[in-house]
């Protein structure tokens, strides 16, 4: 024979509800922390973008600096006609158009009358995955030659 007995204020165990209300508390915590993953993801590509963008800008910088004459003498800007400058340009260009999502890049030099020339290299990419939207990031570099 079998004796249940009932507690003192009438309670024997979780009813449905309250087991019920634990799981959708529960599922918005997991939602949140999916969330928080998504972005951290996205956020990541973005930073791992720009950490590229700033490597190849200093590459150029670096090429430009190894043939300081045709730098000096602007042949980095626009189509080159020094053979080294269309070589670090058809190159360089490559690379970012391989390692950014529509990367692009431009090159202004200034050339103060102390035979130093002020150089900008800007690169500039699609970083719609990031933001989720059509955006577009830019990268800038200024260095002396």
Do not use: C, H
């Not at 996205?42 to 800008?57: E, G, K, V």
């Not at 004459?69 to 490559?94: E, F, H, M, R, V």
Request: glycine share 10%.
């Amino acid at each position: 024979m079998l004796i249940f007995m009932k507690r003192a204020n009438g309670q024997q165990g979780f009813s449905m509800v309250e087991v019920l209300v634990t799981m959708v508390i529960i599922a918005f915590g997991l939602l949140g922390v999916a969330g928080l993953l998504t972005v951290g993801l996205r956020n990541n590509q973005s930073s791992q973008l720009r950490t590229q963008a700033s490597i190849l800008a200093y590459d150029m910088a670096e090429r430009m600096r190894a043939n300081r004459a045709a730098a000096l003498n602007g042949q980095y800007i626009g189509t080159p006609t020094d053979a080294t400058a269309l070589s670090d340009k058809t190159s360089w260009n490559a690379q970012l158009a391989a390692k950014l999502p529509s990367g692009t890049g431009t090159i202004v030099t200034v050339k103060p009358a102390n035979d130093l020339a002020t150089f900008t290299i800007t690169i500039q990419w699609d970083d719609s995955k990031a933001v989720g939207g059509g955006t577009t990031e830019q990268f800038e570099f200024r260095g002396e030659i």
